[in-house]
């Protein structure tokens, strides 16, 4: 039978109507998709805090800036680096510095690095000068630049020509094996400081072994990194920000507990822990009670555990290089030739490595090649202050 008039006009009436009902469903889902990209666009922007452009600020200068002036030739005598307080560093200028050139150029670098010199102060008639640097107009500290200093403003101890320069090698993560590298490190014939992770199955034994044939042992103690993608392993160890002061120091007796040889400790990982200024107070307070010294593995550009160590009496170092941040040893022998430069022009210098063979290698061609001839090496505790 045909349909009717009547319900071909229903059935049209009705299929024209979803049809518009798609339309208009599209033309709202255009419209709040349009007003939304408007909204986050023109929304205003969190701006970051004063104190966290502090921070960002800091870590640039006492990070980027401070290794270009080191790497340059400069040698640094004054450091603070406190978080709570402005960056004060020193530096003594070359004699055959041009100081107009010099400060031109600096001012050019920081200019380029969001960060300006809002003033320059003479120190005294070509004596040097003084820098004040701000980033997004916060004052984050000052540079003092010296052509000549007395004897009263030395700070470090000045280097002795007739003296050697003077390096420490700290090897880490010993604790985790025994094999071959491992024995071969503690069989190297020179002043070795070696670094053990608590609570590993070999932690004791390298520990016993390390005494025997004369090295000297401290704790790498594992620290709170700010990168979560980390090796668990030592978790009945690890420090965070976020323990209360009775779990810190349990677990610290623990680790010196399992290893009583141990004359010092330096931080394994710790880029955020070694960040918090009340955290570090809490490590170095018990390192005192102990009379055991730290070594800042300067895991950050943020960290002052150094500068903490320091106000609370415990002998301390920063890490000059990282040997094997690239395990090559090709470039392992040339980080160690960049701290033979630096003990040079300092007198000084801390390197660390790591229980890899190619840093094993590395070494052991060194001392076959003459190049420690020149050198004194000694113990972490000898080089601390």
């Not at 016993?208 to 980390?230: C, F, N, T, V, W």
Request: contains cysteine.
């Amino acid at each position: 039978m045909p349909a009717t008039p009547y319900l071909k006009s229903s059935e049209y009436v009705v299929q024209k109507r979803r049809r518009d009902e798609q339309r208009l469903g599209l033309l709202f889902g255009i419209v709040i998709s349009i007003l939304l990209t408007l909204l986050i666009y023109y929304l205003p922007k969190t701006t970051p805090t004063r104190s966290q452009l502090f921070a960002e600020g800091k870590a640039f200068l006492t990070g980027e800036v401070r290794t270009l002036l080191v790497n340059q030739g400069l040698r640094e005598i004054k450091t603070s680096t406190v978080s709570t307080t402005q960056v004060s560093l020193g530096f003594v200028l070359p004699a055959d510095c041009n100081q107009q050139s010099f400060y031109n150029q600096l001012e050019r670098y920081l200019r380029q690095h969001r960060l300006k010199t809002h003033s320059a102060a003479h120190l005294a008639t070509d004596n040097g000068f003084t820098i004040f640097v701000n980033y997004q107009d916060i004052p984050i500290g000052s540079i003092a630049f010296y052509h000549k200093i007395k004897p009263e403003e030395t700070i470090a101890p000045p280097v002795v020509e007739a003296h050697k320069p003077r390096i420490a090698i700290v090897i880490d993560d010993f604790g985790n094996s025994d094999n071959d590298v491992i024995r071969n490190f503690l069989q190297l014939n020179i002043p070795l400081t070696v670094s053990i992770l608590p609570g590993h199955t070999y932690s004791q034994w390298v520990a016993d072994r390390a005494r025997q044939l004369g090295k000297e042992i401290i704790i790498h103690m594992p620290m709170e990194p700010e990168s979560k993608a980390y090796q668990s392993g030592e978790d009945q160890f690890i420090l965070r920000t976020n323990m209360s002061p009775y779990e810190i120091n349990r677990r610290l007796e623990r680790a010196f507990q399992e290893l009583p040889e141990a004359r010092g400790m330096n931080n394994h990982m710790g880029s955020l822990f070694t960040a918090d200024e009340n955290m570090m107070k809490l490590i170095m307070q018990n390192l005192k009670r102990k009379g055991v010294y730290f070594i800042d593995s300067l895991t950050s550009p943020r960290s002052v555990a150094y500068e903490i160590a320091r106000t609370n009496g415990v002998p301390a170092a920063l890490r000059t290089v990282f040997l094997d941040n690239v395990q090559d040893k090709s470039e392992i022998k040339a980080q160690f030739e960049s701290a033979l430069t630096i003990a040079r022009r300092s007198g000084k210098a801390i390197v660390i490595g790591h229980v890899h063979p190619e840093t094993l290698a590395a070494l052991q061609e060194i001392q076959q090649q003459g190049l420690l001839n020149d050198v004194e090496l000694i113990y972490a505790s000898q080089i601390v202050e």
